[in-house]
């Protein structure tokens, strides 16, 4: 045989020398024939029952050999990424297996009988290996054909799959060892091999889609029952490494602003060391599948043109050695959260099912990272209600504020994942804040600024009433600046957030929180420092009114230990619970002798019954004060005068108890009783001065007409003796005149009449005498009435009098009305007349009539009105109560 690449010519060779030699090879060749399919046969039961392909293609590698009588033979595969024939299962030379050596002899595509037959797809073969120029030759593969003394080579294609491509191969040190009926059994057996590595690979894609839905079910299932966000995201980076054949895995996490991709927060390994790499969206494979919200993969992310590189990247994916790249982004209910990122060594590692599958562990994972936070935001509620609540608590038994407000910053700090906390109050000037009173974590500091009123965040959350908030508190224009600005420089603070501390009825202040990250508070943030500031201005204001209920304290404390009065309470049965420390200087009595009894162990019956009617009264209307005067046994067996004045006491709605003061009027009944006196010799001074206004004005003028008109008669009698007699004559009626002036001025004094007769009399009397002396027409309208006090009677009497009197002397009537009646109320007095009148409102500080007609109705509790304009006449109207009332009124 000459070795071509084609292969020998088909057939068995004739022996023309002698039949019996042609009969026995027959026999071989038929021998031969039934042995090949007996064995294909017994490999084709064994791949449909296939169970582990690398056992069958062995046994495919081992049956070649035996059939074709071969020296050796293998099964090589092609690496699509390198183009190189990789060894497979093999049988060595003389039934050794293949040298491991040997595998350093690597082959191209194209190279050699084995890379010609996988390229074009048919059976090749040599009978000369070396000799052949049909063929590619390398170094290495002629190298290794002569060091194992190979010959013949002839190779079949595995067609098993555009995407899978190999070869079967036997090799002998004969030269032309292969024909083509070699060819025909070797490509049966290639044929069987490439149905077992099509099995396999079904196989194992089965099975690796039911690892896959097992892997999904087991995390969606831990999502149902999640507890630690974390174990779940490790989880997918882990499945996602194991079931994409990655050598690494990652989800990261979209920052505040949206723009850029932070540390990851699952990484796998999990001893792989973690890059601070920023991944800005649109760049990277990362970058741009969170902005094109699709999976997305390189097979040489180095080298791939098809998306915006960054050096930071280029450098990290080198550094790291990995060449494909896949990334799947995270979609929450808001938008895109973060991305899943796979990567490999390999080139071309990742194809459109590994780009389902990913994509369905980002949607696992982008569910977890939504539970994580929505768990991590419910925990926070939770712990703000809870701190809420703790310091309301400690509102309630609030004593020092200063304790609540370092509670309050603390816990704004902390659930607001701030880097500090403050409280500021408000000057006594109201323009600005002063410094901070209570920080968090650290204490205040004398670097700490004041901030004016509408300025800065805490300025304008002051000046509007309201939480303000801004991102980037050195780039924000909203609101005024000020110098504070460099002290937040050079703390390195963006975000700041400011709540109104606001009281009952003024601004107290406000409570602040700052981070050095960029919008980092949102309205839940700003609803949450809300409530945190009200408590906090709960706390400032309770603490104020506690300081002034204190002070309140103390000075009621002082005067009630220092009041003449005696201060006192009773329990609901009527037993004393209280008693001031001027109880013994005033009764002797001890407090203790006293404490727990009923009040009216110590009275007399008669002033008993009183406190027991007053006691009763309050029981009906406690908030009705009862005011009685009573006299009160001392220690020493005297009694003293008091007035106890009470109310009642009321808790929840029920009565319990009373209490008040006792206050000995034993000097204000001799002050009382001096005034009187005072009061009477005021009266008779004032009735003196009238009588001697009256003797002026009537009898005083009357003598001196009769001395002027007695003098005129000593002349006339002897000039004239007639004219004489008629002087004698007005003599005689001046002296008439004046005695019945002199007799009305003493009745004026005290009427006998009035003791004696009445009211209603001794006014018809003085009306009648009124009228004969003056002309003046005076009525009087009377029914019966009741008798008043002498007190009362006499002060209605000289209003009357008083009013008669300015009415012939100022009024210029012609007629006075008098009218006395008794109603309900008690006896009213009027006096009408159809004078000039006057202006009540005029009236002249002189004037003494009107202002005595006032004292006198005072005096004895009577209600007066007068009325008057100029031409209307005039109306005076007295009202006195019942003779009980008139009675204590006068006494």
């Known amino acids: 045989m000459t070795g071509h690449a084609e292969g020998p010519p088909s057939g068995l060779a004739n022996s023309a020398s002698s039949l019996e030699e042609g009969l026995r090879n027959l026999t071989e060749q038929l021998a031969r024939r039934v042995e090949v399919q007996r064995t294909l046969a017994e490999i084709a039961a064994s791949i ?56 350093g002899a690597v082959l191209v595509m194209a190279e050699g009988i084995a890379g010609l037959a996988m390229k074009e797809r048919r059976v090749a073969w040599t009978g000369d290996y070396l000799e052949d120029p049909s063929f590619v030759h390398t170094a290495e593969s002629d190298s290794y054909a002569r060091r194992r003394k190979f010959r013949s080579v002839m190779s079949a294609p595995l067609m098993g799959g555009a995407d899978r491509l190999a070869t079967l191969s036997v090799m002998s040190t004969r030269p032309h060892a292969f024909d083509a009926d070699d060819a025909e059994v070797l490509l049966t057996l290639a044929s069987h091999a490439a149905i077992a590595l099509t099995n396999a690979q079904l196989d194992e894609d089965l099975r690796r889609q039911a690892e896959t839905q097992r892997t999904l079910a087991g995390i969606a299932a831990q999502l149902t029952s999640m507890r630690d966000p974390d174990a779940v995201l490790r989880r997918a980076v882990d499945e996602a490494t194991r079931l994409l054949g990655a050598d ?22 999990a001893d792989a060391p973690l890059d601070d790499v920023p991944v800005p969206i649109g760049q990277g494979i990362s970058g741009r599948s969170i902005s094109e919200r699709r999976v997305i993969w390189t097979a040489d992310y180095i ?35 973060g991305v899943l990122t796979v990567q490999s060594r390999r080139r071309n590692a990742f194809d459109v099912d590994d780009a389902e599958l990913l994509g369905l562990l980002a949607d ?71 410094r901070p009173i209570a920080a968090a974590p650290d204490p205040p500091s004398i670097d700490d600024v004041v901030v004016p009123l509408g300025s800065g965040i805490a300025g304008r959350a002051a000046a509007d009433r309201r939480v303000r908030w801004t991102g980037d508190y050195l780039q924000d224009d909203a609101f005024p600046h000020d110098e504070g600005d460099q002290w937040i420089r050079q703390q390195g603070i963006h975000s700041m957030m400011s709540a109104p501390l606001i009281g009952p009825d003024r601004l107290i202040g406000t409570i602040t929180v700052q981070s050095s990250r960029v919008s980092a508070f949102d309205e839940d943030d700003a609803e949450l420092l809300k409530l945190l ?38 329990d609901a049965e009527g037993r004393f ?39 009763g009264q309050l029981q009906a209307n406690p908030h009705a004060e009862q005011r009685l005067r009573i006299e009160l046994p001392l220690a020493d067996g005297r009694s003293s005068p008091v007035e106890i004045t009470m109310v009642g006491t009321v808790e929840d709605g029920r009565y319990a108890g009373a209490h008040g003061s006792v206050r000995d009027v034993t000097e204000r009944e001799r002050l009382e009783a001096d005034l009187r006196g005072q009061a009477a010799e005021l009266a008779a001074g004032q009735e003196r001065a009238h009588l001697a ?199």
Request: aromatic share 4%; hydrophobic share 40%; glycine share 8%.
């Open 248 to 269: 690494a895995a990652m989800i990261n996490a979209l920052d505040a602003t949206g723009t850029i991709l932070e540390l990851p927060l699952a990484y796998a390994p």
């Open 693 to 891: 206004r009256e003797l002026h004005d009537s009898v005083t003028q009357a003598l001196f007409s009769m001395g002027l008109t007695t003098r005129s008669l000593e002349i006339l009698l002897e000039r004239d003796p007639a004219a004489a007699r008629d002087k004698l004559g007005e003599l005689r009626d001046l002296q008439r005149d004046a005695l019945a002036e002199m007799r009305a001025l003493i009745f004026e004094l005290r009427p006998s009449s009035l003791e004696q007769d009445g009211l209603v009399q001794a006014i018809r009397n003085h009306a009648a005498a009124v009228g004969a002396r003056t002309g003046l027409a005076v009525t009087v309208e009377a029914e019966p009435v009741e008798r008043l006090p002498i007190e009362a009677e006499e002060a209605l009497y000289r209003i009357a009098q008083e009013s008669l009197h300015n009415v012939v002397k100022h009024g210029g009537a012609c007629v006075a009305q008098i009218r006395v009646e008794q109603d309900a109320t008690g006896v009213v007095l009027t006096v009408v007349d159809d004078g000039q009148g006057f202006d009540p409102e005029q009236v002249g500080r002189g004037h003494l009539g009107l202002v005595g007609m006032r004292q006198r109705a005072e005096r004895v509790g009577a209600k007066i009105g007068i009325e008057s304009k100029p031409g209307g006449g005039t109306r005076v109207t007295v009202r006195v109560g019942p003779p009980e009332a008139a009675l204590a009124s006068a006494e």
């Open 48 to 103: 449909s029952s296939l169970r582990e392909p690398a056992a069958v293609l062995q046994r495919a590698v081992d049956e070649a050999v035996r059939l074709l009588d071969a020296d050796g033979g293998l099964i090589d595969q092609l690496d699509p990424e390198t183009g190189v024939i990789d060894w497979g299962p093999g049988n060595g030379v003389g039934g050794e297996p293949s040298d491991p050596a040997d595998q």
């Open 364 to 434: 696992h994972a982008a569910i977890a990272i939504g539970n994580a936070r929505l768990y991590a935001q419910l925990r926070e509620r939770a712990d703000a209600q809870r701190s809420l609540a703790e310091i309301a608590g400690q509102i309630a038994s609030l004593r020092d504020p200063t304790t609540v407000l370092q509670r309050s910053v603390g816990d704004a700090a902390r659930l607001l994942g701030a880097d500090r906390a403050q409280v500021n109050l408000m000057t006594d000037r109201g323009d600005q804040l002063d």
């Open 577 to 615: 619970t209280f008693l001031s420390d001027s109880l013994e200087p005033r009764t002797g009595w001890k407090q203790e002798q006293m404490l727990g009894t009923h009040f009216w162990a110590f009275m007399s019956p008669d002033a008993t019954a009183l406190a027991q009617a007053a006691w």
């Open 303 to 337: 080298s791939d043109a098809q998306f915006e590189h960054t050096p930071e990247l280029d450098e990290y994916i080198g550094r790291r050695g990995m060449a494909s790249v896949m990334s799947a982004p995270l979609t929450g209910s808001s938008g895109a959260i």
């Open 533 to 570: 500031a009200d408590q906090a201005a709960i706390a400032i204001t309770n603490a104020e009114l506690y300081e002034r209920l204190t002070a309140s304290e103390e000075r009621y404390r002082f005067l009630v230990d220092t009041s003449p009065d005696i201060v006192w309470s009773v």
